[in-house]
């Protein structure tokens, strides 16, 4: 190469896949056998950011989540924590309910959907790395019921 410089550092491009998702999610240890209950009054949200991602058993909890209406705004496009819900006609906002009007479609029928959503959540389940991660958007958690150990 006539510009080719060897007094200059060296520069790579570096190919990162980050598209394998799924099959890092299979690769992970799945709550199979072994279930322990554990009292929620052991945990509390110090403990649960302490424990490490990669350890050999994992916990699931049973909390309450409060989404603050500060960080709305930047979690408005992909809010965290989807909850299964059915929708209904009161759910829809007014562009929808133009669109729905627009094309003609019927309304009257609820459809139970996977949701992500903006709103606190009751008696939530989580794995400790969904609590971990919702902590780092700063959302709050507390404590609810029952502690399962995997």
Not at 85 to 106: A, F
Request: hydrophobic share 35%.
């Amino acid at each position: 190469m006539p510009n080719f410089d060897s007094s200059n550092p060296s520069k790579y491009i570096m190919d990162y896949d980050a598209n394998n998702l799924y099959g890092w999610a299979m690769s992970q240890a799945l709550p199979l056998e072994n279930f322990q209950w554990e009292s929620p009054e052991l945990w509390d949200e110090e403990r649960i950011l302490q424990i490490p991602d990669e350890r050999e058993t994992g916990f699931i909890f049973e909390v309450d989540l409060e989404y603050p209406k500060e960080i709305h705004d930047t979690h408005n496009c992909l809010p965290v924590a989807a909850e299964k819900l059915k929708t209904d006609k009161s759910m829809l906002s007014p562009y929808q309910l133009n669109l729905v009007d627009k094309l003609g479609y019927k309304t009257t029928e609820s459809i139970t959907k996977l949701m992500p959503n903006l709103n606190n959540k009751t008696k939530y389940v989580a794995h400790f790395r969904n609590l971990k991660l919702y902590k780092e958007f700063r959302i709050k958690n507390y404590m609810r019921a029952c502690c399962t150990q995997f």
